[in-house]
């Protein structure tokens, strides 16, 4: 399906609608109760894939070198629909949220518009994208977002390069801090 689907590496997520990928509800979730931080949680997914072939990951065996975006006002609409179900904690599982920056962006813009309240996010992310967007950071606290994993996997440029890992040490000291006063958890690790 997928490969009928390819427009360049990304895949309209609008074709996703066409051939009947519905959006997700809440109702259907099998586990109940589901929470992070102390608060109750779900999962949202904005996309599917990635473009990199890191030898230590299955997303590109599983995908190839794609990646499926959901509509934006779809992922909008299954966060409202979390919320409605009391969910406080939303984790974004997707394989690279990161991977492009632009619509990252447009997405954190688009959570700030929905004024929920007292909604936080976790989410895993690349240092490539941070790096070359700082400003995003900055939006993250206004958008809820609380904690985000930065995979980084080793701090040897000879190792990242063995592993087909596309961040380099000096990519990731660019990567700024979020605003002290409203502090998001830049977790670092492999």
Avoid at 13 to 40: C, E, P, Q, S, W
Avoid at 49 to 61: A, D, E, P, V
Avoid at 150 to 171: Q, V, Y
């Amino acid at each position: 399906m997928a490969r009928s689907l390819k427009k360049g590496p990304f895949v309209d997520g609008h074709l996703l609608k066409k051939v009947g990928v519905a959006t997700a509800t809440g109702d259907k979730r099998i586990i109940k109760n589901f929470h992070m931080y102390f608060r109750r949680a779900d999962v949202i997914e904005t996309s599917r894939g990635c473009l990199y072939h890191c030898n230590f990951c299955s997303i590109h065996q599983m995908y190839g070198s794609s990646i499926r975006q959901y509509p934006l006002e779809r992922v909008l609409a299954d966060i409202e629909d979390a919320y409605s179900r009391g969910a406080r904690h939303i984790f974004c599982t997707d394989d690279n949220i990161t991977q492009d920056m632009n619509r990252f962006e447009q997405l954190i813009d688009g959570v700030i518009s929905l004024k929920l309240k007292n909604l936080h996010f976790t989410t895993q992310a690349t240092v490539l994208g941070f790096s070359q967007y700082p400003q995003v950071i900055k939006k993250l606290p206004k958008a809820g977002f609380v904690s985000i994993f930065l995979g980084i996997e080793n701090a040897s440029t000879k190792n990242l390069r063995a592993m087909k890992k596309p961040n380099n040490l000096a990519r990731t000291d660019r990567v700024p801090d979020p605003e002290p006063r409203e502090p998001v958890d830049l977790r670092e690790g492999p």
